[in-house]
């Protein structure tokens, strides 16, 4: 298995310096230079306080990326757990904290969920999105509702904002994207003027694939291979928003969103056994509001609100109780409002104020329920003090929750103070070092509370500190190598009260528990470079690597005591070559992950092997007749390596998308 | 005390009427095999594995190298037992593994644990019947399934004859006096749990009678007297775990212990041995160990409710299991369910003599002569 691993990683550290090969011969077939201009890319990549890594949508094609995940799977710290397929279950975990701990902002406003926890990243499509950042401990910019200061990790997802030229009063754009998995995917997007400072933007998008694919079963004994069945996705997308001002001093945005999909769950794969039944419906509708208004020049207002229904259905017609079917279904219903200030007082030192309140429901068909309902409220207390070479933010987060249950007892209500404090200093123009520590918090879910008999609901909240320090460098170098952003970070995080589940009695009796103590320390490296190769033609490279150890320190006792936690990988490498001008682009992207443990005990029969897929990608802009369009071929997992990220969840072989845009 | 008189006096015809049964109880090699001299090769494990997860194991201890071998299934087969090995047993010259996740019953040759066939549990569609326990009767073995049968198989030709409907979700069996009782937990039915034992005749292959006994029966053993135990997990609500005795003359019932708690259960002579879960440490609290309650089924009353008698700490009793030969008791430990579990032996009072690791979620120890 070692030797395996140093295989993999060798034939890795091959693929690098061939690729910087070949970036160097080109370049120097190329005589022509001529003076560039610093691309856009530099102010993206401005040193922020906290961590942060930025993708826009017109780079999502160098990932091959068709869902969020895709997109932000090069991203140092990011550890994905992906079940496979186009309708599998995918989930983001930041700094080995666990997906419970990454909030995901769309717009501004928090995508909750308050029964499981977690966001299914798959749901999310690409189509309306223009640009996801990755913020560590919380987001830079000001200001900022209560809520996105109250998680450890912050995804934030921006949608595309009409844009018209001068004459335009409409524009559409109409993409098609078919190809492996039997995937048919029409998306349409209306952006439409209706005065000066109003517009709106209507994108739908439909999703229909079979989703099956071929996969070897690892130790069966079958020598064929075997097709993934019941896979297969419908999913519609609809989604509009209203974008206008009232005065130059404000902005308003009405954001209504609606997502149904029905899909096969293939589940895990079971020796002897390759049938599966289970099917999922969801049926989610959320509306939400951002003014934002500025009161002089020195305060800011930010008001949100959002009302939010999720609908889930799930059937397993291989159940075998007294109906033959196990029918599942669960509404959860949010209402959320937010208010939010910045006073800058002068160029030095600004306050931050938030307030945010929600009610989330439960409602759910399942026999003798708990039907909670969760009153949180959240405030925070920040200043930031800009002085010299340096910057100093600190906030202070309150959180109250309080629950109401209609069966039971009502767990006692939950406070919590949670400080952060962060620093930055601008030791040169290129240079910036930076530190934060962060307490947070992730509170039990429904599920952990409630779940039928077995919730606990005397369990206390999973607490989390992180430490982290780091520098960033960022150059125009010469006119060739004409942008260089480089940064590192090293951060030690714990979790104590780490919310785990256990059998009890019988594998049909699970009782949860504040047991898990995890110390992690990790490394994040992120790299960008910009090469100019002639006048026309750009290479582009990222380079991103991420060094985990996330130990259990739960127990001493335990045989699982300064193990590995469950698939972390501890060296994770990402890279993306490409190149290209104005019309074209081809990128070749790199995923490494180190081998993993399925179980907390770090034995050789829990080993999940490491795995280096590749994915080629290209683009090319240009009209048909005089509308812009763009066409796009994508290939994913080019060498065909069978490979599971989830042990049991085979990923598919190499598989191909198409997809065409046309701007009318 | 009644039932203690009566006990007794009939305790010595009942003696030699069970002699003359083939009992259902796990360790019947001395039985199958009576004329081998009874010295002990060594034993399996059989571990569940997580749900999902297809790595169940069997490993296998044996008593004169003292080497265990982890992973013995899979090492002379080449291919992995599969997802969750609820029960295996030893009948005459073959091991039988019943794996409920994968649907499958293997069938081994029990001395080189080679395969001899495996016999897929799925209807027609394709659809998992979930086999879950074996038993065996007059080279007959009797599997029970989640769709609600009792599979009845040839050990000769290894094909199943016929399948016996019984109640919902069953689960282990025992034979008493020619009839096979069948515990009908229908425990994916929350809350609406079946409370019935199905007594099918061993001749006909019927169910006769259906037994109501308290909610969510999932265990089943009998004694030595013509005693069927019945172990209830009640509705982890109002109704309370239980033990009910049955009669298997009579098949009336002859009492119920209410609030009983106790997990698995082994009955070897006079002695049933239930597992007792311990707690995980808090903040408040130590740590405190599973263990094993001690009913003596002569006098129908718990003789101890900790039989462990010195420092062994059991974290998830899972399985409990006896050797008749030597009377050592085996607690197998399934820890934190996602990691290696451990087999204690026990000597008669209850110290520990060795401990084994084992595959993840040990269920039970099976014995093998020489």
């Not at chain 1, 990326?65 to 930041?94: E, H, M, P, Q, W």
């Not at chain 1, 969801?282 to 208004?293: A, E, G, M, P, R």
């Not at chain 2, 003292?66 to 037992?81: A, P, W, Y």
């Not at chain 2, 009579?250 to 009955?267: E, L, R």
Request: charged share 20%; hydrophobic share 35%.
């Amino acid at each position: 298995m070692v030797f395996c691993f140093f295989n993999k990683f060798y034939f890795f550290v091959f693929i690098l310096l061939l690729g910087s090969y070949i970036n160097c011969a080109i370049a120097q077939t190329d005589t022509l230079h001529k003076l560039q201009e610093v691309k856009i890319i530099a102010s993206k990549h401005k040193a922020t306080v906290t961590p942060s890594q930025q993708i826009t949508n017109i780079n999502f094609i160098k990932y091959a990326a068709y869902n969020i995940t895709d997109a932000i799977r090069n991203f140092a710290g990011v550890n994905i757990k992906d079940y496979g397929g186009i309708g599998g279950l995918k989930t983001i975990s930041v700094r080995s904290l666990g997906a419970n701990h990454t909030a995901v902002l769309y717009d501004g406003v928090a995508i909750s969920d308050t029964q499981n926890g977690q966001i299914d990243f798959g749901k999310l499509m690409l189509d309306n999105v223009e640009t996801i950042t990755l913020c560590n401990a919380q987001p830079n910019n000001l200001p900022q509702t209560a809520k996105a200061y109250s998680s450890a990790s912050v995804i934030m997802i921006t949608s595309i904002k009409p844009v018209f030229d001068s004459l335009q009063t409409f524009k559409t754009v109409a993409k098609f994207t078919t190809g492996s998995f039997g995937l048919l995917n029409p998306a349409l997007q209306w952006q439409q003027k209706l005065s000066k400072n109003w517009s709106y933007i209507i994108n739908s998008s439909l999703q229909k694939a079979h989703g099956r694919y071929q996969y070897k079963v690892d130790g069966d004994g079958s020598d064929t291979l075997a097709l993934r069945n019941n896979a297969d996705i419908t999913a519609l997308q609809l989604d509009a928003s209203l974008y206008g001002s009232f005065s130059p001093k404000n902005t308003l945005m009405i954001r209504a969103n609606l997502y149904q999909s029905e899909r096969g769950l293939p589940g895990a794969v079971i020796f002897y056994n390759p049938i599966a039944n289970q099917r999922l419906w969801d049926n989610d509708f959320y509306l939400q509001t951002v003014f934002k208004q500025a009161l002089g020049k020195k305060i800011n207002f930010l008001f949100s609100n959002k009302v939010a229904k999720n609908y889930t259905k799930y059937i397993d017609s291989d159940y075998l109780n007294q109906q033959r079917e196990l029918n599942q279904q669960f509404t959860q219903q949010a209402f959320y409002q937010s208010l939010a200030a910045n006073y800058q007082i002068n160029k030095i030192i600004s306050f931050n104020y938030g307030i945010d309140a929600s009610v989330n429901k439960l409602d759910t068909n399942l026999p003798n329920f708990a039907y909670p309902t969760r009153f949180s409220l959240w405030q925070v207390l920040g200043t930031n003090i800009n002085y010299k070479n340096w910057q100093v933010s600190a906030n202070v987060l309150n959180t109250i929750l309080t629950e109401r249950v209609d069966k039971g007892k009502n767990p006692p209500e939950r406070k919590k103070w949670s400080p952060t404090f962060m620093v930055l200093y601008k030791a040169s123009n290129q240079i910036n070092l930076r530190a934060f520590y962060k307490n947070i918090f992730r509170p039990p879910t429904f599920n952990d509370l409630y779940y039928t008999n077995f919730g606990n609901r005397n369990l206390e909240s999973e607490n989390v500190n992180q430490y982290n320090f780091g520098a960033t460098f960022s150059k125009k170098l010469n006119h060739k190598l004409n942008y260089i952003s480089l940064s590192a970070d090293a951060y030690f995080n714990t979790i104590t009260n780490k919310i785990i589940a256990l059998p009890n009695k019988d594998l049909f009796v699970w009782s949860i528990y504040n047991l898990g103590k995890v110390n992690i320390y990790g490394v994040d490296f992120v790299s960008n470079l910009n090469y100019a190769l002639s006048k026309n033609w750009d290479a582009v490279f990222t380079g991103n690597y991420t060094y985990q150890l996330a130990l259990d320190v739960s127990n001493p006792k335990s045989n699982t005591y300064n193990n590995q936690i469950p698939y972390t990988p501890q060296h994770t490498f990402t890279n993306n070559v490409g190149i290209k001008n104005a019309r074209w682009g081809v990128f070749y992207n790199q995923i490494f992950s180190s081998y993993r443990y399925y179980l907390g005990e770090n034995r050789p029969e829990f080993f999940v092997k490491g795995f280096l897929i590749s994915d080629l990608s290209s683009i090319y802009n240009f009209k048909i007749s005089k509308f812009k369009s763009t066409l796009s071929v994508e290939i994913n997992n080019l060498f065909n390596t069978p490979y599971s990220v989830i042990r049991s969840y085979p990923m598919p072989g190499t598989s191909t998308r198409i997809s065409l845009k046309i701007t009318l | 005390m009644i039932n203690f008189k009566k006990k007794a006096i009939k305790s010595i015809t009942l003696l030699i009427i069970a002699t003359s049964i083939i009992s259902c109880r796990k360790n019947k090699n001395e039985e199958i095999l009576p004329d081998i001299a009874p010295i002990r090769k060594g034993l399996f494990v059989l571990s569940e594995g997580i749900f999902n997860n297809n790595n169940s194991t069997l490993s296998y201890y044996d008593y004169d190298a003292k080497i265990v071998t982890s992973d013995i299934f899979k090492q002379e087969n080449n291919r992995g037992l599969g997802d969750n090995g609820n029960d295996a047993q030893i009948y005459g010259s073959k091991m039988y593994i019943v794996v409920n996740g994968s649907s499958t019953l293997e069938i081994l040759n029990a001395k080189t644990i080679k395969s001899i066939k495996q016999i897929d549990f799925k209807t027609n569609a394709g659809l998992k019947k979930q086999p879950r326990f074996i038993v065996f009767n007059n080279a007959k073995a009797f599997i029970s399934s989640y769709d609600g049968t009792v599979a009845v198989l040839d050990t000769a030709t290894l094909t199943i004859e016929k399948y016996i409907t019984v109640g919902r979700i069953p689960e282990q069996m025992a034979i008493a006096n020619g009839k096979l009782y069948v515990a009908n937990s229908g425990g994916l039915d929350y809350p609406n749990y079946d409370n019935t034992v199905s007594v099918i005749d061993l001749t006909t292959l019927t169910e006769i009678k259906k037994i109501t006994v308290t909610l969510n029966p999932n265990g089943v053993a009998a004694d030595q007297y013509g005693d069927v135990y019945i172990k209830s997990v009640g509705n982890y609500d109002d109704v309370k775990p239980a033990l009910t005795i049955i009669d298997s003359k009579t098949d009336a019932i002859k009492t119920t212990f209410t609030n009983f708690n106790g997990g698995k259960m082994a009955i070897a002579g006079d002695l049933a041995f239930f597992t007792t879960e311990g707690s995980p440490k808090t903040k408040d609290t130590p740590a405190i160990t599973g263990n094993l309650k001690v009913f003596n089924v002569k006098t129908e009353t718990v003789e101890k409710e900790k039989f462990i008698s010195d420092d062994t700490f059991v974290t998830s009793p899972y399985g409990v299991n006896v050797d008749n030969l030597t009377g050592e008791v085996f607690v197998t430990d399934a820890k934190n369910y996602a990691s290696r579990g451990e087999v204690f032996c026990f000597d008669k009072e209850g110290k520990k003599k060795y401990a084994l690791t084992t595959g993840i979620s040990p269920n039970g120890v099976i014995f093998i002569n020489k």
